[in-house]
């Protein structure tokens, strides 16, 4: 009988450690179109980077550089675009 009551126990605090919310929640910054836009740029340039390098190795053929640099550039250029459009202009 004691065991059963061990295993009631034990079922217990295990639930109420699983499904327990407490009171108060910290959450984190909340995030902004210009955030997002601002570590999408940081990961495309990233992404041409590593794109320059394997080319440098020779992991990459010529034309699948160009085009996937291309494309790359395009998007950075696309985000950048964006990011100047949505933060608020300094001395206007």
Request: proline share 4%; glycine share 6%.
């Amino acid at each position: 009988m004691t065991w059963l009551f061990v295993a009631a126990l034990l079922t217990v605090a295990t639930l109420f450690y699983v499904f327990y919310i407490p009171g108060r929640l910290f959450l984190g910054p909340e995030k902004t179109r210009v955030g997002y836009l601002r570590e999408r740029k940081d990961a495309v340039y990233e992404n041409l980077r590593d794109l320059n390098f394997e080319y440098q190795a020779g992991k990459v053929p010529d034309s699948d550089y160009q085009q996937m640099k291309s494309s790359l550039q395009d998007e950075a250029a696309a985000i950048l675009a964006e990011i100047a459009r949505l933060e608020p202009r300094n001395g206007s």
